[in-house]
């Protein structure tokens, strides 16, 4: 027992001296272009996925038939584990599947691990991608390629309960001091509830606070393709901030309880009538409409500093890519494009509420279904996206702006001392992602 | 190792035969070589090397850095941070679940058989239950909104997580009240052991129950005591799932984070295998120094274990 560790450490520095390294997957693009056999794709698994497995039997019954002697395999896969899943495939390419739906934010960081196919010689020829909104275009570029179809956008706003603001003769704030002052409001009046339920946890719910005082992430140095910089803790973003964390006190979201919160637990507070506002997504409709507030609620744009403007909100969404270890590529890149095609994105709205990504289908869309409308508004405002950085990734799974956000919160570090020290991990990230 | 010499100092048989024990040992070494040694050769080359997930699933060439990663890790102020909280939670999780078990141990043997055998079953529902049920049922129980714990104290909508000292604590009572049952059967058994006469005359003698343990038991039980005491450093010292379960992955702003759950963090959410490759391997030198030192200190004063 005593003797094995030391002896370990003896062979680990004898092969380290040796030039031994470890396992290492070989992930370059195949040369092979198969124009028949089984294409695997991968889907996510959501809340209620029947519609949207009825969609794509659609398309792939469609698929099936142009191709001859081409077979479509469908998994869907749960989205809690997808990481692992995703990074299974990169690792071992004969598992891996042809075609994958993935996270936006993920983009960047799948390019860069060496996944997924530039196909920007495809989508550029597509008849379709002229009338893709850019934000969404922007979501699956890096460094000026293109390595994926955008599937769908989701964008946040404000959720606000009805009753309550009729109760107390309130109007949906216009701008967000007024969205603050709103929030005191409800709280004072009704103890029991939190006036804007936020969490500090919840990036993609502080980060509209920055965008519409001017602040931003990060900004791209030497153009296109260039490294970031952290700007995080510019004055801009700092006072961002600051009118964010100061929703966390004792008069409308105490910090002891809404520090530790992230998106979904405001959610949740919202759905089961604990509050009176809280920003939510398009695709959070379905949990609200399953909770006690159902009927009860209306949905504004999130608004920004001056009265009558819209906070810049994130460009949430998933795309759908090919793998780069796919032995069927011109299949695969057809299917993409069917998988994210106007026509299926217009049926994927109508199944499931997935806002699609091409304006004019949107704007058909939105007119259809009122519970759209500010959403759509919301993207019409303009939206913004994270950076197109492998260092990205990181920065998201090592919580630095959550940590940024609960130091404030708890009063264990000023606005600038916190920004500070999270633009400083920022930028180490994106060095070092590079 | 030690034990050959005890072999050729109490065998008569020549030298010649001193391979025989090996053979013996052969298929326990072969299994614990496959499960031991492999794994601790593959974390010590990959933390010496620059291998995040680009470099497993070949985006790019995996580079040799040396001590890259050490020198990284060892820069960074938080890594020294959470050392110090581990270090410190560690050795109150120890503490106190070594006075919690030993002072059942001492109860048992001095309560009636129905009363010791719901103690008994009560210690092992809560040995039987898994680190992530126990978390969360603990930490409903003090849930600022629903729990119980609360409501009997009056605290209102106290929110235990929140403070670093508070939520260190509360995650403190889970780990006691899940490690103690060992130490409690283990040293409860070893109580068993000791002849009652022993007890018996120091009992006559007038010694109080705190006298007899300090001054019969603990010496008495010194092997036993050595056994639970290591085990329950290495557990303590590796306490993943309470933390990652009860402060949300290490709590507000990482205040709760011990180097078990920061080297997940490190290894598998920023998926920097090298670097939580040595985090892992510092840890395994630290709990090999604490034992060796432990050991080395027993033989000192004379015992073998």
């Known amino acids: 027992m005593k003797l094995a560790p030391r002896f370990a450490v003896l062979v680990a520095a004898a092969a380290v001296v040796a030039g031994c390294a470890p396992q290492t997957s070989d992930n370059s693009s195949s040369d092979k272009d198969d124009q028949s056999g089984t294409l695997r794709v991968w889907l996510f698994q959501e809340v209620g996925n029947d519609p949207k497995a009825k969609v ?51 983009t960047a960081g799948y390019v ?114 260039g490294t970031y910089t952290s700007a995080i803790d510019s004055a801009a973003a700092q006072k961002g901030i600051k009118a964010y964390t100061s929703l966390f006190t004792s008069d409308n979201c105490p910090a002891a ?37 159902k009927g009860k609620y209306a949905v504004v744009p999130l608004p920004g500093v ?58 058909a869309a939105a007119a259809k279904v009122p519970f759209e409308k500010p959403f759509v508004e919301t993207l019409a405002a303009g939206t913004k996206f994270v950076p197109a950085s492998p260092g990205w990734s990181e920065i998201d799974s090592s919580l630095v702006l959550p940590t940024m956000l609960q130091e404030i919160i708890s009063g264990k570090k000023s606005v600038a001392a916190a920004s500070g020290d999270a633009a400083k991990k920022m930028n180490s990230a994106f060095s070092s992602a590079g | 190792m030690r034990g050959r ?26 299994v ?35 001590f890259g990663n050490y020198s990284a890790l060892f820069s960074d102020s938080q890594f020294w941070q959470v050392l110090v909280a581990t270090v410190l939670f560690a050795g109150a999780c120890v503490v106190s679940t070594l006075a919690v ?20 079953l009560a210690a092992l529902g809560a040995w039987a239950t898994p680190a992530v049920t126990g978390s969360t049922v603990w930490l409903l129980l003090f849930d600022p909104d629903f729990g119980p714990v609360n409501r009997i104290l009056g605290l209102g909508d106290h929110s235990w997580t929140y403070g670093r000292l508070s939520a260190f604590f509360l995650v403190l009572l889970e780990v006691v009240w899940c490690s103690f049952p060992f130490v409690m059967v283990t040293v409860y058994a070893g109580i068993r052991a000791v002849p009652s006469e022993v007890l018996e005359a120091a009992a006559l003698d007038g010694a109080s129950q705190w006298r007899i343990w300090r001054s019969v038991l603990t010496p008495m039980l010194r092997p036993i005591l050595t056994v639970v005491t290591i085990q329950s450093v290495i557990w303590d010292f590796k306490v993943f799932t309470q933390i990652y379960v ?3 992955g290490g709590g507000i702003a990482g205040q709760n984070l011990v180097l078990n759950v920061y080297a997940y963090q490190q290894a598998f959410a920023s998926s920097k295998y090298s670097l939580g490759s040595a985090i892992g391997v510092v840890m395994l030198l630290m709990l090999l120094a604490v034992t060796l030192v432990y050991l080395r200190l027993l033989r000192r004063q004379g015992e073998e274990l």
Not at chain 1, 83 to 105: C, H, I, L, W
Not at chain 1, 264 to 293: C, R, Y
Not at chain 1, 330 to 358: C, H, I, N, R
Request: proline share 5%.
């Open chain 2, 101 to 120: 078990g030993c002072a059942l141990a001492v109860l048992l043997t001095r309560v009636r058989a129905l009363p010791r055998l719901v103690l008994m």
């Open chain 2, 5 to 30: 010499r005890g072999l050729s100092r109490s065998s008569p048989r020549p030298q010649g035969h001193s391979g025989t024990p090996w053979l013996y040992l052969a298929p326990a070494l072969v």
């Open chain 2, 32 to 66: 614990l070589g496959g499960l031991l040694v492999y794994p601790i050769y593959q974390l010590g080359l990959i933390s010496f090397f620059q291998y995040t997930q680009a470099q497993v699933s070949g985006g790019e060439p995996t580079t040799f850095e040396g």
């Open chain 1, 56 to 106: 794509v039997d659609s398309v792939v019954a469609a698929f099936e038939k142009a191709h001859k002697d081409t077979k479509v395999d469908v998994e869907y896969i749960p989205i809690d584990t997808r990481a692992q899943r995703v990074k299974a495939a990169f690792n071992d390419p004969k598992s891996a599947p042809d075609v994958m739906e993935y996270g936006n934010t993920d």
């Open chain 1, 306 to 363: 001056a009265s009558g403007s819209v906070a810049p909100a994130f460009a949430g969404g998933n795309n759908i890519g090919v793998l780069k270890s796919t032995s069927h590529r011109t299949l695969a890149v057809d299917l993409m494009e069917q998988l994210t095609s106007k026509k299926t994105q217009a049926s994927m709205f109508d199944a499931m509420g997935f806002l699609p990504t091409f304006t004019d289908v949107r704007d």
């Open chain 1, 257 to 293: 309880k809404c520090a530790v919160m992230g998106g979904n637990d405001t959610i949740t507070a919202f759905a089961a009538g604990k509050a009176g506002m809280a920003i939510g997504g398009d695709f959070s409709h379905t949990a609200v409409e399953a909770g006690k507030v």
């Open chain 1, 112 to 225: 860069h691990d060496g996944g997924l196919l530039d196909v920007t010689k495809e989508f550029g020829a597509w008849s379709e991608a002229k009338d893709t909104d850019p934000t969404a275009k922007q979501s699956v570029t890096v460094d000026g390629k293109m390595y994926g179809s955008p599937f769908y956008v989701g964008v946040r706003a404000l959720y606000y309960r009805t009753d309550v603001f009729k109760d107390l003769g309130l109007q949906p704030p216009k701008t967000m001091a007024e969205l603050a002052a709103t929030a005191r409001k409800i709280h004072k009046a009704k103890s029991d509830l939190y006036g804007l339920v936020v969490g500090g946890a919840y990036t993609y719910g502080a980060m509209p606070f920055v965008w519409a005082n001017g602040g931003e992430l990060a900004t791209a140095k030497g153009g296109s393709g």
């Open chain 2, 246 to 248: 009860m402060t949300n």
